[in-house]
Structure formats: C-alpha cells, structure tokens
C-alpha cells in the first residue's frame, strides 16, 4: 500500500500536529472543501489546536461533486498539506483539524442532514462561491434556481447548501435543540446577511413558523476572508511531492504566507478561540469587508481582464509591468479609497502591501483564474464605486477600463484571435451578446443592458455608458497592454511598492 502523509515518515522541515488529535470533536461543519478553506479557515483551527488544548474539530462536507477528494482525505486520515510560498522563503505544514467528513453521495443525504441537526455541531460554515448561494440579483432567494425549484418541491432531499442548512435547523427547532451559527466565508460583501436573506426566504416558502424561529435564534455573522490561494497544477503538486520527500498528495494546496481573517463575533452557540492565531473578532465587519472587496479584488479583477488581454499568464508577470502597477495602485488609492467606511487602517500601507503580495513570484496565481465568475463579482468590487463617484461628479478612469476590460474578455476571444475559456454561470448569455455585436464598441450597451449585473440607472447615466465606450474604443485601438500605459501615463498616483 503506497504511503500516505498520514503514515509516511516525512523530512522534519514538515511541521506536523502536535496535538492529540482523537480529543477533536466535528463541532464545526464546513461545507465547500476547497483550496482556500484548506488554506484558510481550517488552517487558523490546526494552528490553534497547535498553540492550546481545544476539543473544536472540523467536519468536511462536499455536497456537490468532489466524492473523489473526501474519499481520498479520508485515505490520509483527514490530514492534509500546506505549503507557504514567500518571495524568499517557504513553510510546510501538515494541517490535522479535520476529524470527520462527509459526503451525500458517499454516505447519503440523511447522514448528511443527521449530522447537521447533530446537538453538538455548533457552527456550520461555507466556501460554496457566490454562485452556492441561489441569490438574485436583489440579494433574495432566486426562485426559478433549478436548485431551489428542486428543493423547495423534496425538501427532505435536499440539493443545495441553502436546502440542507434549512432542513437541518428544521430538525433542530423539532427536536427542541440550540441551533447553530450559519458562518459564510466567502467572497460577497455582507455575506452573512446575504445567507441570512436567502435562509429566511427559502425557511418562509415552506413554514412560516420555521422562518420566524430562525430569524430570533440563529446568528449569521458576517466575514471578511482574504489569502491568495492560486489553482493547484501539475507542477505545484510536483513541489508538494518533493517537499514531502516523495510521497504524494492529492489534497495539497499552495498559498501566500499573508492571512487576514475578520470575524463578527455573534455565535449563538459558542465558537474557537480564533483570535489567539490571528483572526480580528469585531462588531462590524462590513468596513472591512468593503476594504478588501474594492482595493485587493477589484484591483486582482483589473488585473486579470487586462493582463489576461495582454497576453500575461499570471498576476505577478502582469503586475511585474510598472504601467500595470501604477494603474492598479490608482484604482485602490484613487477610485477605490474615497468609498470606504473602514477606520483605523493605514490604506496607502495596505495598497502598497497587496502590490507586494502580488509581486511573490513563488505564487503561479493566473489572470484566467481571477477572472472567472465576473458577473457575480463586478457588482461589489466595482460599481458600487461607480456609483459614488457619479453622484459626486468624479471621474473613474481605472474603474471604467477594468469594466471595459471585462467586457472585452467576455467576447471569448482574445487579441490574437485565439478562444478564451469563459468560466462565468452567464458565459453563454454574453457571448451571444458579444457575437451579435462583433468587437465594436455596440456591444456596451448591449451588456449593460443585462440588469442581472448592471443596475438600470447605471445603464442609463449617460457619463457612465460614455466612459465605458471611451475606455472599450481604446482597448480595441490599443489593444490592452496599450490601453494600460496611455492611461499610467495621465496618472498622477506614484508606484511606491512597500513606502
């Protein structure tokens, strides 16, 4: 039998748990066994079993897809490996919070369920994308979701995190017990109340009662998450398997040392002590929340669309290109700042700490990557900006390119005519768009007009339609790299990585 991290003597460089692992309890379900919740949220509970005696375990639980990935974390005892890339040196650890996993088509639906309304399980928590949400474009429960429709019609066979999350509460207010802390980490500005929402929707479709019993019992923080965690390729897990001193592993993942973790401390049924490892436990995260979605994702999507169209690979090659830089910077500094509520954050400090990170050549993080799903994304990394510099006469240079960029990235093909893989749930939508049109500055209002994404008085302010054709006339003219420096040029933010 081939050896495994859990049975393989490692090189000592790997730091392993310390911690007697049989003591954790799966007190904590997350469902959506990604890369970042391995890097992330499941990393800040090892590092605390590491540092202190903690009963607090995880149970993993993919419901869609991935039966492959829990059968084989299952194989290695529920461990798991990260491997901390900096520009100049690097960590290895092997990650032991995990004490349980799950999935419906493994185990079955009801063993899924009987574990969330479990008594024990005091928080349940998601990286399921926004798309896992079923939200519509008003922030409710999208009713026509083949999901939903599915669930609402069995909602004892549920298929969707919104479905077994209601179920389950369902269960738990039946048999008189506590519920649990419903903990979004994903990428959405306001996640927790975004899942809040959608719970209470989906909870009201079918019981009144139920909907009304949440709503006074469960707590729904909200969170803001943020590590650069880039795709796992062949030669990444060729690094792991040399880190490893040859043994494999299939559930590995590669990340950023940088981690930053803020947390609305409302758990109804108690939570880890994450803040001796790292996390911010505050009020309100929302400020936070807002900082990071602007300035680091709305910068990364610039990047991606733009360095993508200019024929980078990655974020760090894209960025490498000081005209790409400067632009970037200008859009946090610029665009972005003047929109945040945050207090107590140095954010010329941290617009010049996320170029850095963006810089770490060790962090293979391609712009196909970032730029995936931007019809979920533009609304809060962008034009909610947008919106505030219309109503105070600014004007958004950065912010109409990016849009632009997007939207010239959505055509599918690139500069060079070759086909651009398109990984968006509205990829086919605005294609068709995009060839109806051909690459002629048409097409913006064509796809502002798609309400799904663009707010109607976006699509009808006039300085903002124009803005955007302006910046997608350059783009074609230009072509992306070209588009970028005309307008690092008209710049007056400096490029001052790290002062």
Not at 246 to 268: K, T, Y
Not at 296 to 322: C, F, K, M, P, R
Not at 394 to 419: K, S, T
């Amino acid at each position: 039998m081939q050896a495994t991290i859990a049975t393989a003597n490692l090189p000592e460089q790997v730091k392993r748990p310390s911690y007697d692992r049989h003591q954790l309890k799966p007190k904590w379900v997350h469902l959506g066994f990604g890369a970042f919740h391995r890097a992330h949220q499941a990393l800040f509970m090892n590092d605390l079993a590491q540092d202190e005696a903690t009963d607090w375990g995880i149970c993993e639980i993919n419901l869609m897809g991935g039966e492959t990935q829990i059968e084989m974390l299952r194989q290695q005892e529920h461990l798991y490996t990260v491997i901390e890339k900096g520009a100049t040196q690097t960590a290895v650890k092997v990650s032991g919070s995990i004490c349980q996993s799950l999935h419906p088509q493994l185990d079955g639906i009801d063993a899924v369920l009987d574990k969330l309304a479990d008594p024990e399980v005091a928080i349940v928590s998601m990286t399921i994308t926004e798309k896992g949400y079923c939200a519509d474009a008003l922030g409710r429960l999208d009713l026509t979701h083949p999901l939903i429709v599915h669930d609402l019609s069995t909602p004892d066979e549920p298929q969707s995190a919104i479905g077994y999350i209601v179920k389950a509460l369902a269960m738990r207010c039946q048999m008189k017990a506590k519920p649990f802390t419903v903990l979004s980490c994903d990428n959405i500005q306001g996640n927790g109340d975004v899942v809040r929402q959608v719970v209470l929707d989906y909870a009201q479709q079918l019981d009144a009662e139920l909907a009304q019993w949440i709503d006074a019992h469960v707590t729904f923080p909200c969170t803001m998450v943020d590590r650069i965690v880039p795709a796992m390729t062949s030669e990444s897990y060729q690094q792991v398997s040399q880190q490893l001193g040859g043994v494999s592993d299939p559930c590995s993942i590669v990340c950023e040392p940088f981690r930053q973790w803020v947390v609305e401390d409302h758990f109804v049924a108690g939570r880890p002590a994450w803040e001796k490892v790292g996390a911010q436990l505050v009020d309100d995260v929302v400020p936070f929340e807002e900082m990071k979605l602007r300035m680091l994702n709305g910068s990364h999507s610039l990047l991606a669309y733009l360095g993508y169209l200019g024929g980078y690979e990655t974020i760090a090659q894209t960025v490498a290109n000081d005209d790409y830089c400067r632009v970037a910077r200008a859009l946090m500094m610029d665009e972005q700042v003047p929109t945040l509520r945050v207090q107590g954050v140095n954010l010329s400090g941290y617009a010049d700490s996320l170029l850095e990170r963006f810089t770490n050549p060790n962090l293979q993080h391609r712009t196909w990557q970032i730029a995936m799903d931007g019809s979920k994304k533009l609304p809060q990394r962008m034009l909610t900006s947008v919106q505030f510099h219309l109503a105070k006469g600014n004007d958004f240079p950065c912010l109409a390119l990016a849009i632009a960029g997007w939207m010239r990235y959505v055509a599918a093909v690139d500069e060079d005519n070759r086909p651009i893989e398109v990984v968006d749930p509205m990829a086919s939508e605005l294609k068709a768009i995009c060839d109806g049109q051909g690459l002629n500055v048409s097409v913006v209002a064509k796809l502002l007009a798609v309400d799904a994404i663009f707010p109607a008085e976006l699509a009808a302010n006039q300085t903002f339609v124009s803005a955007i054709e302006c910046a997608y006339q350059q783009l074609l003219k230009l072509g992306a790299k070209g588009a970028v420096t005309q307008l690092a040029a008209l710049l007056t933010s400096p490029t001052q990585i790290g002062k």
